[in-house]
């Protein structure tokens, strides 16, 4: 995959936030960091909660700037409010050229056994192609289910929460396409630590826990399912 010019602004202000789409949320004034990255996406940052946003919109959308107030709105017509009180830095960076994700040696040989045979992942599942690319990022493997439903596959050498997180932002963006939904997400990895289980299932995610050394042998395909 090639990469792309990256450029990022961040602005940190006071400010309120307030979402109005499929549900309503409020961010109360507080001082935060605001972040527009080179794919649209707007997001809202306090100081913990690590790398995760108080509040954001996904691309694609468009980012509507007038005194005092950011309009973000979506496709859907969902609409991220921020309105700034104070503005105490407003910087944008060039990051060049961006190579793209280097999965290790185990990562990427895994998508490549899975996607030479997309059946060890679900009965009757068929690949659509490796790598699709969405405007957040490419997903993995993208297959059709037994009964020709899209399944966005992440693969990870080990799973934990942050690619639940992950694969969960390609199918909220993924169900968002007519010529897709619904798509359903499969979350596979040589080994799934408990608390990724948990949020996977509670996201809708099936796990499939992958034998490397077995998968290799192609003639001991199983997996083990959760």
Same mark, same amino acid.
């Given at each position: 995959m090639l990469g792309y010019p990256r450029r990022v602004?961040?602005?940190?202000? #006071?400010?309120?936030? =307030?979402y109005v789409g499929r549900l309503s949320a409020h961010l109360p004034l507080a001082t935060r960091l605001l972040m527009v990255k080179a794919d649209g996406s707007v997001s809202i940052h306090a100081d913990d909660r690590a790398y995760k946003p108080l509040n954001w919109m996904s691309p694609p959308c468009r980012l509507e700037e007038a005194p005092g107030v950011w309009r973000v709105v979506n496709k859907a017509g969902e609409e991220l409010r921020i309105t700034l009180e104070e503005v105490f830095q407003d910087t944008s960076y060039e990051l060049g050229v961006d190579p793209g994700l280097r999965k =290790?040696?185990?990562?990427?040989? &895994? /998508?490549? &056994?899975?996607a030479a045979n997309p059946g060890v992942l679900g009965e009757g599942? %068929?690949?659509?192609? +490796? $790598?699709?690319? %969405?405007?957040?990022g490419p997903v993995d493997l993208l297959? +059709? =289910?037994?009964?020709?439903? !899209?399944?966005?596959? $992440?693969? #990870?050498r080990r799973g934990e929460i942050d690619?639940?997180? /992950? &694969? %969960?932002?390609?199918?909220?963006l993924m169900n968002r396409d007519p010529l897709l939904s619904p798509v359903t997400g499969?979350?596979?990895a040589q $080994?799934? #630590?408990? /608390? !990724? +289980?948990?949020?996977? !299932?509670d996201r809708g995610i099936r796990c499939v826990v992958v034998n490397y050394d077995r998968l290799r042998?192609?003639? #001991? =395909?199983?997996? %083990?399912?959760?």
């Open positions: 602004r961040l602005v940190i202000a #006071k400010c309120s936030v =307030d =290790d040696g185990v990562e990427a040989h &895994l /998508q490549e &056994l899975l599942y %068929t690949l659509v192609r +490796r $790598e699709y690319m %969405t405007a957040i297959c +059709r =289910d037994a009964n020709s439903g !899209a399944v966005a596959v $992440e693969i #990870k690619g639940v997180e /992950q &694969l %969960t932002r390609y199918l909220e499969v979350f596979a $080994e799934i #630590k408990p /608390q !990724a +289980r948990v949020l996977a !299932a042998g192609i003639e #001991k =395909d199983e997996l %083990t399912l959760f």
